[in-house]
């Protein structure tokens, strides 16, 4: 497909209650979404990478700008059959996976589209419904968190996702495992903790975890490998993997049993396909996580996470779990599957299945632009974006 131009929003996304984890605390979600046109359709992808580069070196206000300035002008007017020939497109410009995920996304959503089959289908996917997980930020007091869990365990979620920080650790372990002694569990620790801390990763196996995610800093692949010695929970790269070569290098040290692939952070479906396939070959457990994407991020992650061997309960969470109104349509909703089991639905439509709420978009957009074939490029000021959006 020729690509005739893209339209790059960068949104706020405005939180129910902040999200805290080990890198601290969230009032809303900053998301950049992309329009992709070519040969007269058009689709939506959208990459999350956050305000802060906290969660990866990126950030959606430098996203922006990078696609604006380099990779949006570097695919204009070019022939792009592929997600493949995306990624060669873009490969001369180094790392910044979030930046070309926004791309890839809309490439698949667009590529779908035209052969009228739906996202999960086009990657590949083999299980709809997709059994979900439940995950669980910091609360104010370990009781407010039991009641919480209690609920979900009682709307059937098969397993919890709690984030495990220093001064959040064992003791709030120790309590969650004393109230719910079969529930399936994992923690995250956000890169929040140094080999130093070995003793305290060591007593985490006495919890009977499903895995310990991203226990150490997203670059120590070697100090994951020496940890993952000396544990007998597998553990789970999240913030390490941000590139299929460096989940070869992960597999090779034999820094992790488990990966969450998040489409955003590895560069997007493409990357993801490639990340699927290396961890099939090598036997490495595989489930998909988000970074509370509008429903255009999250129907990415479901179309992805019906793919062979992805069987642990993906994070897809509903759009009212954390927003008023998710700024795209449809909401994700849960529904239940033969056994009770929470579940999300991937739309049997053809194309990602999911679009932006223009009304919602312009109240929620920081900066936009638009980069079109002829290369040239209008961009709306955050003034004259405010000034557009009022009635
Ligand atoms: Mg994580």
């Known amino acids: 497909m020729r690509i005739d131009a893209v339209g ?14 080990a890198y601290g605390e969230d009032a809303s979600v900053e998301s950049v979404l992309v329009r992709l046109w070519a040969e007269g359709e058009c689709a939506w992808g959208e990459s999350t990478p956050l305000a802060a580069p906290c969660f990866s070196a990126e950030w959606a206000g430098g996203v922006f700008t990078l696609l604006r300035d380099w990779l949006a002008p570097a695919i204009v007017g070019c022939e792009i059959d592929s997600g493949q020939a995306l990624r060669r497109h873009l490969a001369h410009f180094k790392g910044n996976p979030f930046a070309k995920a926004a791309l890839d996304v809309a490439w ?15 990657l590949g996917a083999v299980r709809r419904p997709i059994v979900v997980g439940a995950d669980f930020g910091v609360t104010d007091t370990i009781d407010e968190l039991l009641a919480e869990i209690g609920e979900a365990v009682a709307a059937g979620f098969p397993r919890i996702k709690l984030k495990f920080r220093p001064g959040w650790d064992l003791a709030m372990l120790e309590a969650v495992r004393r109230a719910f002694p079969d529930t399936t569990l994992h ?12 003793e305290l990763l060591r007593r985490l196996d006495a919890f009977d975890l499903a895995m310990i995610e991203q226990p150490l ?20 790269l999240d913030e390490s993997i941000d590139s299929p070569d460096r989940m070869r290098q992960a597999i090779e040290q034999g820094s ?3 990966v969450n692939i998040k489409p955003g952070r590895v560069g997007g479906l493409t990357a993801a396909l490639d990340i699927h396939a290396l961890c099939r070959a090598a036997n490495i457990d595989m ?7 509008s429903s255009v991020g999250a129907h990415a992650c479901m179309a992805l996470a019906g793919l062979d061997g ?29 056994r009770g089991r ?3 639905i991937p739309p049997d439509l053809p194309g990602l299945g999911s679009a932006p709420n223009q009304r919602r978009l312009e109240r929620c957009c920081v900066q936009r632009t638009e980069i079109r074939s002829d290369r040239s490029h209008r961009t709306a000021t955050p003034r004259e974006a405010r000034q557009e959006q009022s009635p």
């Open 8 to 21: 790059l929003y960068h949104v706020a996304m405005p939180l129910l209650r902040p999200w805290r984890t």
């Open 108 to 122: 698949w959503a667009l590529h779908a589209q035209r052969r009228g089959e739906p996202l999960h289908q086009c």
């Open 187 to 198: 923690v995250d620790c956000n890169a929040g903790y140094r080999l130093d801390d070995i």
């Open 217 to 236: 800093a997203a670059d120590a692949l070697h100090e994951h490998a020496r940890l993952q010695r000396e544990l007998n929970t597998p553990v789970c």
């Open 256 to 258: 992790c049993r488990c």
């Open 287 to 293: 489930w998909v996580g988000g970074m509370l994407e």
């Open 310 to 338: 992805l069987t642990y309960p993906p994070d897809l969470f509903p759009s009212d779990r954390f927003y008023a109104e998710d700024l795209a349509e449809p909401a994700v909703t849960l529904t239940s599957d033969d």
């Open 342 to 344: 929470p579940c999300v």
